[in-house]
Protein backbone atom coordinates (compact mmCIF):
# COMPACT_ATOMS: atom_id res chain seq x y z
CA UNK A 1 0.00 0.00 0.00
CA UNK A 2 1.61 3.35 -1.14
CA UNK A 3 1.44 5.91 1.63
CA UNK A 4 2.24 9.68 1.12
CA UNK A 5 2.93 11.95 3.97
CA UNK A 6 3.54 15.55 3.45
CA UNK A 7 4.94 18.00 5.65
CA UNK A 8 6.77 21.72 5.34
CA UNK A 9 3.58 23.46 5.64
CA UNK A 10 2.88 26.74 7.94
CA UNK A 11 2.72 30.62 8.27
CA UNK A 12 4.60 32.77 5.58
CA UNK A 13 4.48 36.56 4.58
CA UNK A 14 4.11 37.46 1.04
CA UNK A 15 7.26 37.35 -0.81
CA UNK A 16 8.33 34.07 1.60
CA UNK A 17 9.18 31.33 0.51
CA UNK A 18 8.16 27.61 1.97
CA UNK A 19 9.38 24.01 0.85
CA UNK A 20 6.77 20.90 1.23
CA UNK A 21 8.13 17.54 1.28
CA UNK A 22 6.15 14.24 0.19
CA UNK A 23 7.75 11.34 1.86
CA UNK A 24 6.27 8.16 -0.30
CA UNK A 25 6.78 4.56 1.31
CA UNK A 26 5.00 0.63 0.08
CA UNK A 27 5.86 1.58 -3.91
CA UNK A 28 8.61 1.66 -6.72
CA UNK A 29 8.43 4.90 -7.17
CA UNK A 30 10.82 5.06 -10.19
CA UNK A 31 7.92 4.59 -12.54
CA UNK A 32 5.51 6.99 -10.76
CA UNK A 33 4.22 10.25 -11.35
CA UNK A 34 4.06 12.67 -8.76
CA UNK A 35 2.24 16.14 -8.16
CA UNK A 36 1.10 18.85 -5.87
CA UNK A 37 -2.56 19.90 -5.33
CA UNK A 38 -4.23 22.43 -3.49
CA UNK A 39 -7.50 23.20 -2.31
CA UNK A 40 -9.72 26.14 -0.54
CA UNK A 41 -12.68 25.35 2.01
CA UNK A 42 -15.42 24.77 -0.48
CA UNK A 43 -13.44 24.82 -3.53
CA UNK A 44 -12.40 22.45 -6.36
CA UNK A 45 -9.14 20.76 -6.06
CA UNK A 46 -6.83 22.75 -8.01
CA UNK A 47 -3.27 21.39 -9.51
CA UNK A 48 0.15 22.72 -8.74
CA UNK A 49 2.62 21.18 -10.10
CA UNK A 50 3.80 17.30 -11.60
CA UNK A 51 7.19 15.54 -12.32
CA UNK A 52 7.19 12.12 -13.79
CA UNK A 53 10.26 10.05 -11.34
CA UNK A 54 11.46 8.39 -14.63
CA UNK A 55 13.23 11.04 -16.33
CA UNK A 56 12.11 14.41 -14.29
CA UNK A 57 9.54 15.96 -16.63
CA UNK A 58 7.53 17.92 -15.49
CA UNK A 59 4.79 20.63 -15.71
CA UNK A 60 3.41 23.65 -13.88
CA UNK A 61 0.19 25.12 -13.30
CA UNK A 62 0.20 28.54 -14.93
CA UNK A 63 -0.85 30.46 -11.44
CA UNK A 64 2.93 29.08 -10.09
CA UNK A 65 5.06 29.23 -12.88
CA UNK A 66 8.33 30.54 -12.33
CA UNK A 67 8.08 30.67 -8.78
CA UNK A 68 7.08 27.19 -7.86
CA UNK A 69 9.98 23.93 -8.49
CA UNK A 70 8.76 20.37 -7.76
CA UNK A 71 12.05 18.29 -7.37
CA UNK A 72 12.61 14.64 -6.25
CA UNK A 73 15.27 12.75 -3.93
CA UNK A 74 15.66 9.42 -5.30
CA UNK A 75 17.67 7.99 -2.44
CA UNK A 76 14.83 9.12 0.38
CA UNK A 77 11.89 8.66 -2.44
CA UNK A 78 10.43 12.17 -1.58
CA UNK A 79 9.06 14.87 -3.40
CA UNK A 80 9.39 18.71 -2.82
CA UNK A 81 7.59 21.44 -3.87
CA UNK A 82 9.82 24.90 -3.00
CA UNK A 83 7.69 27.88 -2.97
CA UNK A 84 8.87 31.02 -3.60
CA UNK A 85 7.72 34.96 -3.78
CA UNK A 86 4.41 33.47 -2.34
CA UNK A 87 1.56 35.27 -2.69
CA UNK A 88 -1.94 35.50 -0.36
CA UNK A 89 -3.69 33.20 -3.03
CA UNK A 90 -1.68 30.29 -2.66
CA UNK A 91 -3.17 29.80 0.99
CA UNK A 92 -4.36 26.51 0.59
CA UNK A 93 -4.36 23.05 2.03
CA UNK A 94 -1.33 21.17 -0.30
CA UNK A 95 -1.75 17.47 -1.28
CA UNK A 96 0.49 15.23 -3.04
CA UNK A 97 -0.60 12.75 -5.19
CA UNK A 98 0.88 9.19 -7.06
CA UNK A 99 0.08 8.19 -10.14
CA UNK A 100 1.13 4.79 -10.15
CA UNK A 101 0.64 3.66 -13.95
CA UNK A 102 1.26 7.23 -16.14
CA UNK A 103 0.44 6.60 -19.40
CA UNK A 104 3.58 7.61 -21.84
CA UNK A 105 2.74 10.03 -24.59
CA UNK A 106 0.98 13.36 -24.86
CA UNK A 107 -2.29 11.67 -23.63
CA UNK A 108 -1.20 11.74 -20.04
CA UNK A 109 0.51 15.05 -20.16
CA UNK A 110 -3.08 16.35 -21.37
CA UNK A 111 -4.71 15.07 -18.11
CA UNK A 112 -2.33 14.92 -15.75
CA UNK A 113 -3.43 18.39 -14.35
CA UNK A 114 -6.68 16.37 -13.18
CA UNK A 115 -7.19 14.67 -9.78
CA UNK A 116 -8.71 11.47 -11.09
CA UNK A 117 -5.61 10.49 -12.52
CA UNK A 118 -3.95 9.73 -9.68
CA UNK A 119 -4.44 6.74 -7.23
CA UNK A 120 -2.97 7.82 -3.68
CA UNK A 121 -3.19 11.19 -2.07
CA UNK A 122 -1.47 12.45 1.29
CA UNK A 123 -3.11 13.73 4.27
CA UNK A 124 -2.25 17.50 3.80
CA UNK A 125 -0.44 20.06 4.66
CA UNK A 126 -1.70 23.97 5.42
CA UNK A 127 -0.12 26.85 3.82
CA UNK A 128 -0.80 30.23 4.65
CA UNK A 129 0.31 33.54 3.47
CA UNK A 130 -0.20 36.59 5.27
CA UNK A 131 -0.01 40.23 2.56
Request: aromatic share 14%.
Amino acid sequence: QVQLEESGGGLAQAGGSLRLSCAASGGTFSSYAMAWFRQNPGKEREFVAVMRWSGGDTFYADSVKGRFTISRDNAKNTVFLQMNNLKPEDTAVYYCAADVNPRYGSSWWSTCSLSYEYDYWGQGTQVTVSS
